[in-house]
């Protein structure tokens, strides 16, 4: 039981039989985490960095638990306190803690393609915790898996995504994951912040009337607004924001039938989403955060050559 590629760099690269094969098995290690022993001995030869240029949260948890969960030995590097700062490159980085029998890289990094370019010059195996505004497979798949829990399939789904489709690498991953497995996409924002036709290139579609868009969907994948990634003026204020795009619980009980509500996290609560929503039982976003970890262990098992 392996997968079509690698090294894990994006949904783009996945065949619909990959993505399947990834949710199923983090179905069973979905079924190990709710165990008193929540651990397994079937990576204990394999040695992961973590390696980190970009902060995170629960990204880097989650991997971390994942690895920890699979019995393998992990080590973290984060780029702040590094040699980084001295000057050194990427590829130095990478080779210096290969060269301590390394097998595994996850890595995020600002740099869009930055895990592709290691893929080609490093033995390892790359998976891509987020790279710029490019992909960020493993979200995709959480999100996927969470979808499939809660609707019995993806076949036929109707997924919007909500808010800055334009910098989120997020947004690109659900796109590619949900198109590939039968799921309808629209995506909902302001015009300044989705890609002029995005709808041909994705078939997807695109409803700038955000009460449209939660009156058609079955889930709503609302993006926090990337402002450190965003270098002129997309939107007039925050508020402003809020008031056309923000996910409140008016908007919700206009629909008048029960729409989930995610969130890749984190949240701008007052923004793009309120705390009447985020809090309520319409939200699956920390279970999402406890898919993550399943979903990544299935990731790492499949991706270590051990399956
Ligand atoms: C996202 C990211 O870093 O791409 N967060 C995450 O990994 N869960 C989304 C974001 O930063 O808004």
């Not at 902060?55 to 590094?82: C, Q």
């Not at 993806?154 to 989120?168: K, Q």
């Not at 056309?244 to 996290?265: E, F, Q, S, T």
Request: proline share 4%; glycine share 6%.
């Amino acid at each position: 039981m392996q997968l079509s590629t690698r090294h894990l760099l994006g949904i783009r690269d996945l065949e619909p039989q990959d993505v399947q094969k990834i949710l199923d098995t983090a179905q069973q290690f979905k079924e190990v985490l709710q165990r008193p022993i929540k651990k397994v001995p079937s990576l204990r030869d394999i040695t992961i960095v973590n390696l980190f240029y970009e902060n995170s949260t629960r990204t880097r948890i989650s991997f971390e638990l994942a690895e920890k969960r699979l019995s393998a030995d992990t080590i973290n590097f984060t780029a702040s306190g590094s040699s980084v700062s001295k000057g050194e490159t990427l590829l130095d980085t990478v080779n210096n803690i290969l060269s301590m029998k390394v097998d595994m890289v996850v890595m995020r990094h600002s740099a869009t393609g930055a895990p592709h370019f290691l893929s080609k010059r490093v033995p390892a195996v790359i998976v891509n915790a987020g790279d710029g505004i490019n992909e960020h497979p493993t979200q995709a798949l959480l999100d996927a898996f969470t979808i499939r829990e809660k609707l019995g399939t993806l076949e036929g789904a109707r997924v919007a995504i909500i808010g800055d489709i334009m910098h989120s690498r997020v947004a690109l991953s659900n796109i590619y994951l949900m198109r590939k497995m039968g799921a309808e996409v629209m995506l909902s924002g302001p015009p300044t912040l989705i890609p002029r036709h995005i709808e041909e290139a994705f078939n997807v579609r695109v409803e700038y009337d955000i009460d449209k868009a939660l009156a058609w969907c079955d889930v709503a994948n609302v993006l926090r607004i990337q402002l450190e990634r965003q270098n002129q003026v997309l939107f007039s204020t925050l508020r402003e924001y809020s008031q056309a795009y923000g996910i409140n619980r008016r908007r919700l009980d206009k629909v008048g039938r029960p729409i989930h509500v995610m969130h890749p996290g984190p949240i701008n609560r007052g923004v793009e989403l309120d705390s009447d929503v985020a809090d309520s039982g319409h939200s699956l976003i920390l279970g999402q955060v406890e898919n993550g970890v399943a979903v990544r262990m299935a990731v790492l098992y499949l991706l270590s050559g051990k399956s």
